[in-house]
Antibody
Framework: QVRLVESGGGLVKPGGSLRLSCAASRFTFSDYYMTWIRQAPGKGLQWVAHIDDSGEYIYYADSVKGRFTISRDNAKTSLSLLMESLRADDTAMYYC??????????????????WGQGTLVTVSS | QSVLTQPPSVSGAPGQRVTISCTGS?????????VHWYQQLPGTAPKLLIYGNTNRPSGVPDRFSGSKSGTSASLAITGLQAEDEADYYC????????????FGGGTKLTVL
C-alpha cells in the first residue's frame, strides 16, 4: 500500500552524526513535497526541514539550520536527513511526511496527508 | 512554546460533544493560511483528520468537524467514543521570518 518507512535512528553521542532515510512506495514520489517532523518524548510536533518536489527549494527550522541537511532522490523515491553536531535536545521521534506539490486539497499550505511510522533518535553520552 | 495555542487537555463522556481550540495570530491563521488537524493515537504516527479548515479526508467519520474564524480555528467531536481518546494537533503556516510550517502544542482528549 501507499506508505513511507523511516530508518536510521539510534543512540548517538552529543556532537555525533546520524543519517535518517525515508523510503516511499506506491505513489509518485516526485509529485510531493517532503518534510521531516520530530516529536520529543512526551512533547508536541515540530517541523524540522522541508524540500520541494524537485529538490530546488529547501527550508530548515532555526533550531537545526547549519547542522541538518535534507535531500531527496526522486529516482530512488527516497528522502534523507543528515544530522550533524547532534545535541541532547535533538532527541525525538523523527517522522517523514508528504504534502502534495499540486493543488490536491486546494489548501494553503497543503496538508501532510501521509506520515511514516517514525524512527527514534536518542542523543546521549 | 508553540506558535499555535491549544488547550493541553479536554475531556468528555461517551456520546458528548467536545471542542478543541487553536489560536494563532495575524502572521499565520489570521493571514488566511488554512488549518489542518491531525489525530495521534497512543504509540502511533499522526494521521490527517481535517484539512483546509473544514474538510474531512475519506474515511474520517462525520462526527469530526472543523471551523476557522479570524485568528482561530476549532475542532469539534460529537458523539464521543472511547476510540477517540488521542492527542490532537492543529497545523498551519506562518509567514514570519522564523516561522514556516507550525503546529499547536497538542491537546490530549480523555474519554471519561
Amino acid at each position: 500500500q501507499v506508505r513511507l518507512v523511516e530508518s536510521g535512528g539510534g543512540l548517538v553521542k552529543p556532537g555525533g552524526s546520524l543519517r535518517l532515510s525515508c523510503a516511499a512506495s506506491r505513489f509518485t514520489f516526485s509529485d510531493y513535497y517532503m518534510t521531516w517532523i520530530r516529536q520529543a518524548p512526551g512533547k508536541g510536533l515540530q517541523w524540522v526541514a522541508h524540500i520541494d518536489d524537485s529538490g530546488e527549494y529547501i527550508y530548515y527550522a532555526d533550531s537545526v539550520k547549519g547542522r541538518f541537511t535534507i535531500s531527496r532522490d526522486n529516482a530512488k523515491t527516497s528522502l534523507s536527513l543528515l544530522m550533524e553536531s547532534l545535541r541532547a535536545d535533538d532527541t525525538a521521534m523523527y517522522y517523514c511526511a508528504r504534502s502534495p506539490a499540486g493543488p490536491e486539497y486546494y489548501a494553503t499550505p497543503e496538508p501532510f496527508d501521509l506520515w511514516g511510522q517514525g524512527t527514534l533518535v536518542t542523543v546521549s553520552s | 512554546q508553540s506558535v499555535l495555542t491549544q488547550p493541553p487537555s479536554v475531556s468528555g463522556a461517551p456520546g458528548q460533544r467536545v471542542t478543541i481550540s487553536c489560536t494563532g495570530s495575524s502572521s499565520n491563521i489570521g493571514a488566511g493560511f488554512d488549518v489542518h488537524w491531525y489525530q495521534q493515537l497512543p504509540g502511533t504516527a499522526p494521521k490527517l483528520l481535517i484539512y483546509g479548515n473544514t474538510n474531512r479526508p475519506s474515511g474520517v467519520p462525520d462526527r469530526f468537524s472543523g471551523s476557522k474564524s479570524g485568528t482561530s480555528a476549532s475542532l469539534a467531536i460529537t458523539g464521543l467514543q472511547a476510540e477517540d481518546e488521542a492527542d490532537y494537533y492543529c497545523q498551519s503556516f506562518d509567514s514570519s521570518l522564523s516561522g514556516r510550517w507550525v503546529f499547536g502544542g497538542g491537546t490530549k482528549l480523555t474519554v471519561l
